[in-house]
């Protein structure tokens, strides 16, 4: 079996930010996270320091919506991660991403159109789990067949694909 790659429209990322509604976090040094209240909630992280000279979203001051009904805005919020939330709240929610895997033997190309040839795993719809499920999944068939397989991983951010190759392999 095979799966041509889709091509993915562009997202607003301060359009994704401003949809949804948010956890407030606040840590002891004063730093507030947003979390999704969703599902998968890894994959809607935000962090303000409330330094007036933050520039993530390009300094853009984003609306955000919270869970108890109040709203707060913030200028030049970060798209944060599960791994710095973890680190500086201790809440784990780094098995919370949204993502599709497809892994097979090969690739071939043919202008801008990509397929996947000789498809050993593919997800029936996105999963919530951890954001690198993928490479894992991949790394357990590039280990049986003790040859590089090809691993195509798509998520809310975006898409990547490229080989991974078992233990010990030698390029």
Same mark, same amino acid.
């Given at each position: ?22 956890? /407030?976090? =606040? ?9 999704? +209240? ?12 409330? !330094? ?5 979203? *390009? *300094? #853009? ?10 709203? =707060?805005d913030?200028?030049? /919020? ?9 680190? %500086?709240?201790?809440? %784990? =929610?780094r ?10 033997? !090969? ?10 040839? +000789?498809?050993?795993?593919?997800? !029936?719809? /996105? ?5 690198? #499920?993928?490479?894992? =999944?991949?790394?357990e ?5 003790k040859? /590089?397989?090809?691993?195509y991983r798509?998520?809310? *951010? ?8 078992? +233990?010990?392999w030698?390029?």
């Amino acid at each position: 079996m095979d799966y041509k790659l889709e091509h993915q429209q562009m997202t607003c990322g301060s359009s994704e930010a401003e949809s949804r509604k948010y956890i /407030p976090l =606040i840590t002891k040094e004063g730093y507030l996270w947003l979390v999704a +209240d969703q599902p998968n909630m890894g994959d809607n992280v935000y962090f303000c320091s409330f !330094d007036p000279k933050s520039d993530g979203f *390009g *300094g #853009r001051t984003l609306h955000f919506e919270l869970v108890d009904g109040t709203s =707060i805005d913030l200028p030049g /919020p970060w798209h944060g991660n599960t791994d710095s939330l973890f680190h %500086d709240t201790g809440i %784990d =929610i780094r098995d919370t991403h949204l993502t599709f895997v497809v892994v097979a033997k !090969d690739r071939k190309h043919e202008g801008w159109q990509c397929t996947y040839t +000789d498809v050993l795993y593919k997800d !029936d719809e /996105p999963k919530v789990g951890l954001f690198d #499920r993928g490479e894992a =999944i991949a790394k357990e068939w590039a280990n049986k067949l003790k040859q /590089p397989v090809m691993c195509y991983r798509q998520s809310q *951010g975006g898409s990547s694909d490229g080989p991974v190759y078992p +233990d010990g392999w030698k390029k």
